[in-house]
């Protein structure tokens, strides 16, 4: 920024004025680094025919998602592997079956896309106008070099049906960031005919149109979670603090202790706890839940700290009807905070009006809510009673209403008031 002086001709005179300049320089745009990742409870297979198996994708932003399909337990594909599968490719991946790229338009939104499958087993001819062809060099003896405009999984899709596959997926976004790590596959039977049977072809999905998973109730250290599936499943779950990188859907089976034959990348998961061991854990909690088909469940995650911040990140998998396991790969995510715990309250009453030291005095705690730890037994010479000038007779309670109401009896030792109390933080709410 700066100034000036100018003159203007104006008639036969001259007219002096001050010039402020202004000097216009572009913003710098912010790189977009950020990484694309699928919204929860996505991708997911929305349904498997003979014909074609349909899946449901949603990320968080404008971009791509790159698939391949392989044959069931096979090697997984590297990230740049599958990448390229959309785009030219001279070195197809070995045991791909279909591969391709879906354009994601819409961040946020559930959209549906479609993988072909065909009963045509002949040998694919692919047609002339997919190939590139570059003559050799002039003058020289050289051959001329023939590439594949598209990959040939693309263009010569082979998944059949009565076949096994694992379908992997990619997300890249607008700007080219890709997720750093493939998540599992998601494994898929296809029926050898379109078949009315729901859910025996396609791994176990949650049931999206009443928004589960979700918490129903926050505690202090617990939390009571509410799912429902569209189909039977085993659901295993971890519990992160918010701030760790979400787990794979090995880490998750493996925590639980459970295996799997998928194939990794460059070794074959024979132990997914030992697979889990290498990666370490930091989990807070765990469970796995047998879930019945379109039956609301309820799950508690329990030992949990006040005032904290988690993640619930789960992963199922079904059994079709010839037995093999089909894995809900991509692990959906649940966040939840806990609350500060709210402490039960007890009020200690008494019916008696006139009190002696010769005649034991009765004593009333009622809690506000259940509580469970609350003691005060002769076998255990724990009494959370505290009385001052007084004894609880027979170091023990009778119990009125259990986990609730408890009737004491006091024997005061010397003339003068009579002091009855409960500590706070030596029972827990149930």
């Given at each position: 920024?700066?100034?000036?002086?100018?003159?203007?001709?104006?008639?036969s005179s001259?007219v002096?004025?001050s010039l402020l300049?202004?000097?216009w320089?572009?913003?710098l745009?912010?790189?977009?680094?950020?990484?694309?990742?699928f919204?929860?409870?996505?991708?997911r297979?929305?349904?498997?025919?003979?014909t074609?198996?349909?899946l449901a994708?949603?990320?968080?932003?404008?971009?791509?998602?790159y698939?391949?399909?392989?044959?069931k337990?096979h090697?997984?594909?590297?990230?740049?592997?599958l990448?390229?599968?959309?785009?030219?490719?001279?070195?197809?991946?070995?045991g791909?079956?279909?591969?391709?790229?879906?354009?994601?338009?819409?961040?946020?939104?559930?959209l549906?896309?479609?993988?072909?499958v065909?009963?045509?087993?002949s040998?694919?001819?692919?047609?002339?106008?997919?190939f590139i062809?570059?003559?050799?060099?002039?003058?020289?003896?050289?051959?001329e070099?023939i590439e594949l405009?598209?990959?040939k999984?693309?263009?010569?899709?082979k998944?059949?049906?009565?076949?096994?596959?694992?379908?992997?997926?990619?997300?890249?976004?607008?700007?080219g960031?890709d997720?750093?790590?493939?998540?599992?596959?998601?494994?898929?039977?296809i029926?050898?005919?379109?078949?009315a049977?729901?859910?025996?072809?396609?791994?176990?999905?949650?049931d999206?149109?009443?928004?589960l998973p979700?918490v129903?109730?926050?505690?202090g250290t617990?939390?009571k979670?509410?799912?429902?599936?569209?189909?039977?499943?085993?659901?295993?779950?971890?519990?992160?603090?918010?701030?760790?990188?979400?787990?794979d859907m090995?880490?998750i089976?493996?925590?639980n202790?459970i295996?799997?034959?998928?194939?990794?990348?460059h070794?074959?998961?024979?132990?997914?706890?030992?697979?889990?061991?290498?990666?370490?854990?930091?989990?807070?909690?765990?469970?796995?839940?047998?879930?019945?088909?379109?039956v609301?469940s309820?799950i508690?995650?329990?030992?949990?700290?006040?005032v904290?911040?988690?993640?619930?990140?789960?992963?199922?998998r079904?059994q079709s009807?010839?037995?093999?396991?089909?894995y809900?790969?991509?692990?959906?995510?649940l966040?939840?905070?806990t609350?500060?715990?709210?402490?039960?309250?007890a009020?200690?009453?008494s019916?008696?009006?006139?009190?002696?030291?010769?005649?034991?005095i009765?004593?009333?705690v009622t809690w506000?809510?259940?509580?469970?730890g609350?003691?005060?037994t002769a076998?255990?010479?724990?009494?959370?009673?505290?009385?001052?000038n007084?004894?609880?007779?027979?170091n023990?309670?009778?119990?009125v209403?259990d986990?609730?109401v408890?009737?004491?009896?006091?024997?005061?030792?010397?003339e003068?008031?009579?002091i009855?109390?409960i500590?706070?933080?030596q029972?827990?709410?149930?």
């Amino acid at each position: 920024m700066g100034s000036s002086t100018w003159i203007r001709a104006r008639g036969s005179s001259f007219v002096a004025a001050s010039l402020l300049l202004l000097i216009w320089r572009p913003s710098l745009a912010t790189a977009d680094t950020s990484l694309p990742s699928f919204d929860s409870s996505y991708p997911r297979v929305h349904s498997v025919t003979s014909t074609e198996i349909t899946l449901a994708l949603s990320l968080n932003e404008v971009g791509h998602v790159y698939y391949a399909v392989v044959p069931k337990d096979h090697a997984a594909p590297s990230i740049a592997e599958l990448k390229a599968q959309g785009s030219l490719s001279t070195s197809p991946l070995s045991g791909v079956e279909s591969c391709g790229v879906f354009s994601i338009g819409t961040p946020n939104s559930a959209l549906s896309y479609t993988i072909g499958v065909t009963e045509d087993r002949s040998e694919c001819v692919v047609p002339d106008e997919y190939f590139i062809r570059q003559p050799g060099f002039y003058g020289l003896d050289t051959e001329e070099t023939i590439e594949l405009l598209y990959p040939k999984c693309k263009l010569c899709p082979k998944l059949y049906p009565g076949g096994e596959y694992d379908i992997y997926l990619l997300a890249s976004d607008a700007a080219g960031n890709d997720q750093t790590a493939l998540p599992g596959p998601l494994t898929v039977l296809i029926p050898t005919a379109t078949s009315a049977v729901d859910g025996i072809y396609r791994p176990p999905n949650f049931d999206s149109t009443i928004g589960l998973p979700s918490v129903y109730q926050s505690g202090g250290t617990y939390m009571k979670l509410v799912v429902t599936m569209e189909q039977a499943a085993e659901l295993a779950y971890v519990v992160t603090l918010a701030t760790q990188p979400p787990p794979d859907m090995f880490s998750i089976f493996a925590e639980n202790g459970i295996t799997t034959g998928i194939i990794g990348r460059h070794r074959r998961h024979r132990s997914l706890l030992e697979h889990h061991t290498i990666h370490g854990s930091g989990y807070i909690t765990k469970g796995v839940h047998n879930i019945l088909k379109g039956v609301t469940s309820e799950i508690f995650v329990m030992s949990l700290t006040e005032v904290t911040a988690y993640t619930v990140h789960f992963a199922a998998r079904s059994q079709s009807a010839t037995g093999v396991y089909l894995y809900q790969a991509v692990t959906t995510q649940l966040d939840m905070s806990t609350i500060t715990k709210q402490r039960p309250v007890a009020s200690i009453t008494s019916s008696i009006i006139t009190a002696t030291n010769t005649a034991p005095i009765a004593v009333r705690v009622t809690w506000d809510r259940d509580v469970t730890g609350f003691l005060c037994t002769a076998w255990t010479f724990v009494c959370e009673l505290t009385v001052s000038n007084g004894l609880v007779v027979g170091n023990a309670y009778t119990v009125v209403t259990d986990k609730l109401v408890y009737d004491f009896q006091i024997m005061p030792t010397n003339e003068g008031p009579v002091i009855m109390s409960i500590s706070p933080g030596q029972h827990i709410q149930i």
